[in-house]
C-alpha cells in the first residue's frame, strides 16, 4: 500500500501554545461542520489542537478516544497510543522516508521499521552515547549557559531562543557530538530546514521539501569533509583527537561483515543534530512559558535551581513540559487493518494506509495512566513520560538531550529576576506558527 502524503512525523504537532480551557461540546461542533464541508471540519480540528489541545483531547479521551476523520486517525488514551507507538509491524514510520531519505541521501533508522539497518545503527550509536557522559554533558551546557547569561545580564535582558537554547545545542553538537558546523547560523539553518520539511509540512509544499534537500546536501557535503579530517587527526594521535562521538565512531572496531561505510556514519551524526536541535529548543520554550506563567511554580523551580542536586529540578521541568510538550502528536501510517484497543468498548479498525496520529500530549492526561493528571505532581513514574517517545523508535538521544534541556533551564533558573515581558518584546515568535525564533525575557533586577 501507499503511505498516505501528509504523514510527516510530529505533524504540524508542535502545535504549540497553551491548551487553555475551552467550552466543551468539540465533538457536536466537528461533527456538525463534517456534515456541511469535510474541509472546514478539519480546519477547525487543527485550530483547536493549537489553541485548545487539553479539553479538546478530554472529550476525545471521554468520548470518541480514536477519532478518524477523512485525512488522519487521532489516537488520545495512554494504552492506545502506546499500542500505537509500540507497534512497528503495523503502524510503521515508512512515511519520513519520502522527507527525510533524499535529505540525507540514504536511510535514516527513524524511516526504518526492525530492518537489519535501523538494528544495528540504533545499536552503535547507543553505545556512542552512554548515560555516563550526562555529567560531562551538563558540564559543558553549564559553561555555554552561564557565559551567555553572563553577557546579557547588564542588558537586563536575554533573548533566549537563538541566544541561549539553540546557541547551547550548536555548542553540544561542536563539542559533544563532534559536528561544529562551518558556523552557529549554518547548523541552525541545516536543522531547521529539514525538519521543517520532516514535521511540520503536512500540505507537502514543494518549497519546504527543496529547501530542505538544498540544506540536507550542503551538510553531507560538509559532514564528508569534515570526516575526512577528523580521520588524519585520528590516525595521527587517537589519543589527543577530540573525544567526542565522530572520533569515537572512527576509532570503534567492529567485524567487517558489521562494519559501517563512511556514508552510513555520517547519515547517523547527521541524524545527531536533526533529531535534536528544534526538539530541544522548543521544549524549553515551552517549558519557560509554563514556569513563568504560573507564580507558586516559579517559586518552587528558582528554589529547586538552586540546590546541587540536580534531581528535584529535573522533576519539576518534564512535569511543567507535560502540561505544554512541544511534540503534541507524533505520527505512523497503519500498514494493515488493524484493530486497536481490541476487548474495548471503544475498539477500532484502522484501515491500511491511515494516516494515525498518536497524541502523545493527551496520553499524558490520560487518568487511567495518569493519576490526577490535573495536578502538578513531582511523584510521577518515568514510565509515563512521553516526551522522549515510545516503543522501538523511543529517542536515541533521551540522556543527553535530557541532561540539555535541564541544565540549560537550571542555570536561567539560577539566575535572579527571570521574568516574562509583556508584549511585544515577550512575545514567542514562532517560525510557521510552529518552531520557536525568538522570546526575550527579563533578567536582574527590575527596572522601577
Ligand atoms: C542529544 C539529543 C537528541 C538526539 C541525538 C536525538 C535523536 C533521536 C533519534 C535518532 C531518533 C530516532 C530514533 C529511532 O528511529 O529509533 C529520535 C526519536 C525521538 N526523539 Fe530524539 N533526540 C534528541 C533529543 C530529543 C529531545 C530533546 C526530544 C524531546 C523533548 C526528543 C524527542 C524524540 C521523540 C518523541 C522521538 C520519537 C519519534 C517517533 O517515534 O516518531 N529527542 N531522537
Not at 479539553?55 to 497510543?81: C, K, M, Q, S
Not at 536561567?412 to 521574568?419: E, Q, S, Y
Request: hydrophobic share 45%; aromatic share 6%; with cysteine.
Amino acid at each position: 500500500m501507499n503511505p498516505p502524503e501528509q504523514t510527516s512525523a510530529q505533524v504540524d504537532a508542535q502545535l504549540s501554545t497553551s491548551g487553555r480551557a475551552g467550552a466543551g461540546g468539540y465533538l457536536d461542533r466537528y461533527e456538525a461542520a463534517a456534515g456541511k464541508d469535510p474541509a472546514d471540519a478539519l480546519a477547525l480540528l487543527a485550530g483547536w489542537l493549537r489553541t485548545d489541545w487539553r479539553p479538546l483531547f478530554a472529550e476525545l479521551r471521554a468520548h470518541r478516544p480514536v477519532l478518524a476523520t477523512p485525512v488522519f486517525t487521532i489516537v488520545t488514551r495512554f494504552a492506545d497510543v502506546t499500542e500505537v507507538l509500540s507497534r512497528g509491524e503495523v503502524f510503521t514510520v515508512a512515511g519520513y522516508a519520502a522527507r527525510l531519505d533524499p535529505a540525507l541521501g540514504g536511510p535514516v533508522m527513524l524511516t526504518r521499521d526492525g530492518t537489519p539497518l535501523n538494528r544495528r545503527e540504533k545499536g552503535l550509536m547507543q553505545v556512542m552515547l552512554p548515560p555516563e557522559d550526562v555529567p560531562r554533558v551538563r558540564g559543558l551546557v553549564a559553561e555555554v549557559a552561564d557565559a551567555v547569561l553572563d553577557a546579557a545580564l547588564p542588558h537586563g535582558r536575554v533573548e533566549v531562543v537563538g541566544d541561549l537554547f539553540r546557541h547551547v545545542c550548536a555548542e553540544v553538537s561542536g563539542r559533544y557530538f563532534g559536528f561544529p558546523g562551518p558556523d552557529r547560523p549554518t547548523l541552525s539553518r541545516w536543522s531547521r530546514a529539514v525538519m521543517t520539511d520532516v514535521t511540520a509540512n503536512l500540505a507537502g509544499d514543494p518549497g519546504i521539501h527543496a529547501a530542505s534537500l538544498s540544506a540536507g546536501a550542503e551538510m553531507m557535503d560538509y559532514l564528508r569533509a569534515l570526516l575526512a579530517e577528523r580521520r588524519m587527526a585520528v590516525a595521527a594521535d587517537a589519543a589527543r583527537a577530540p573525544q567526542d562521538i565522530l572520533s569515537r565512531l572512527l576509532r570503534t572496531r567492529l567485524p567487517r561483515e558489521l562494519s559501517l561505510e563512511d556514508e552510513r556514519l555520517l547519515v547517523n551524526v547527521a541524524g545527531l543534530l536533526l533529531g535534536f536541535m528544534e526538539n530541544a529548543s522548543g521544549s524549553m520554550v515551552h517549558v519557560v512559558q509554563q514556569v513563568l506563567g504560573r507564580p507558586e511554580l516559579r517559586e518552587a523551580v528558582t528554589e529547586a535551581a538552586a540546590e546541587d542536586d540536580t534531581a528535584a529540578f529535573d522533576r519539576h521541568v518534564w512535569e511543567a513540559l507535560r502540561f505544554d510538550p512541544f511534540l503534541k502528536l507524533i505520527a505512523r501510517t497503519c500498514e494493515r487493518d488493524h484493530v486497536l484497543a481490541r476487548g474495548t468498548p471503544h475498539e477500532t479498525r484502522v484501515p491500511a494506509g491511515s494516516l494515525v496520529l498518536a497524541a502523545v500530549a493527551s496520553a499524558m492526561f490520560d487518568e487511567t495512566a495518569v493519576p490526577a493528571p490535573d495536578a502538578f505532581r513531582l511523584d510521577r513514574p518515568l514510565h509515563t513520560s512521553l516526551h522522549f517517545g515510545h516503543g522501538p523508535h523511543a529517542c536515541l538521544g533521551a540522556d543527553p538531550g535530557a541532561a540539555v534541556i535541564c541544565e540549560t533551564l537550571r542555570r536561567l533558573f539560577r539566575r535572579p529576576g527571570v521574568r516574562l515581558l509583556p508584549p511585544p518584546e515577550g512575545t514567542v515568535l514562532r517560525d510557521r506558527g510552529v518552531f520557536p525564533d525568538r522570546f526575550t525575557l527579563g533578567l536582574g533586577q527590575e527596572e522601577e
